[in-house]
């Protein structure tokens, strides 16, 4: 997983959040004891996102949730309804960063979300200078080093579907995967299955692609090697058939259903609601066959 799939990964899960930070808003818009607990609910997501944006060391976006953040702290007191140029600061700024998430090196990218957290005196040297930090290229942490390092292997090993987690978990980004993981797993099984049923069209595709897509980046970030590899691999196959309609094979279709259930069964797993899938290992070294096959290099 190079250092772009990071970044992309990290711009669906700002898309994925964007709804509940509206609701966020809407309900400290109008004060009073809602409002306390949608202002914890938008500074909990803020520093998930200021945490995975300092693993990749972009530390220009850091700079950016640390506004959105001292922005809250602002308020008089947590019950305090929202101005309209507070709504107005706090709904902008997702659609900014999904933008610049979209290519890191757009100067008019850097530009609109620096100056977005630039206003007021000085602001035009500000935002000239948070826009020079937003350009830089991120300079990953060593703990994901690892992960962005392109590399698939032919042999599946245990600890390729381990759902360990990582001894410095963050509870916060972990909460935040597992709200989301259960969706997204019950959403990829229905697309896989009309997959394999021979009723997907490009966007079917496109949809799955992207979810284990996200699996593979959100699972990288939290540190859930086996969902992370599963996710990255399955999304190779997936985009291979978006480019090669008509490449779907019977056995391929297969295997693709038995990925669809492991993922559903790891995130059951790491929900304490079922067992830990004992044909993981198998299912992995079926993709890792295909993804190889398909590159021919098997």
């Known amino acids: 997983m190079n250092t772009s ?23 400290m818009a109008g004060g009073g004891a809602r409002a306390c607990g949608a202002r914890d609910g938008y500074r909990s997501q803020i ?5 995975t944006a300092s693993l990749l060391g972009m530390g220009g976006l850091e700079i950016c949730c640390g506004r959105v953040n001292a ?19 706090l709904g902008r700024w997702p659609e900014l960063v999904v933008a610049y998430l979209a290519d890191t090196g757009d100067k ?32 990953l942490a060593e703990e994901m080093q690892d992960a962005a390092k392109p590399s698939r292997p032919s042999v599946a090993a245990a600890e390729d579907v381990s759902l360990e987690l990582p001894a410095d978990l963050d509870p916060g980004m972990f909460d935040g995967f597992m709200q989301e993981a ?47 590899k599963l996710g990255h691999y399955t999304e190779d196959i997936l985009e291979h058939l978006q480019e090669h309609p008509g490449s779907l094979s019977p056995e391929l279709a297969d ?3 038995d990925v669809a259930g492991c993922l559903e069964q790891m995130v059951g797993c790491l929900q304490g609601q079922e067992e830990y899938p004992a044909n993981a290992q198998s299912v992995m070294q079926a993709v890792l066959d ?7 290099v098997a």
């Not at 305090?80 to 107005?88: F, I, N, Q, T």
């Not at 997959?195 to 699972?219: Q, Y």
Request: hydrophobic fraction near 45%.
């Open 5 to 27: 799939d990071l970044i992309l990964a990290l711009r669906s899960e700002v898309e994925s959040i964007t709804g509940d930070l509206s609701a966020f808003i809407e309900e």
């Open 182 to 228: 259960p969706g997204h797993a019950t959403e990829f099984s229905a697309l896989v299955g009309r997959i394999a049923a021979g009723r997907a069209d490009a966007g079917v595709l496109g949809e799955a692609k992207r979810i284990a897509h996200t699996f593979k980046g959100s699972a990288n970030i939290v540190g859930i090697r086996g969902i992370a």
């Open 71 to 89: 922005a809250l702290c602002a308020a008089p007191s947590a019950d305090a309804p929202l101005s309209g140029e507070e709504r107005e600061f």
């Open 290 to 296: 295909w993804a190889n096959r398909i590159d021919g």
């Open 108 to 139: 008019a990218a850097c530009a609109a979300l620096a100056g977005h957290f630039s206003a007021g005196p000085g602001g035009d040297r500000e935002a000239a200078d948070l826009a020079a930090r937003l350009s830089e290229p991120p300079r």
């Open 47 to 51: 520093e998930r996102l200021a945490a």
């Open 255 to 257: 295997a693709l259903l």
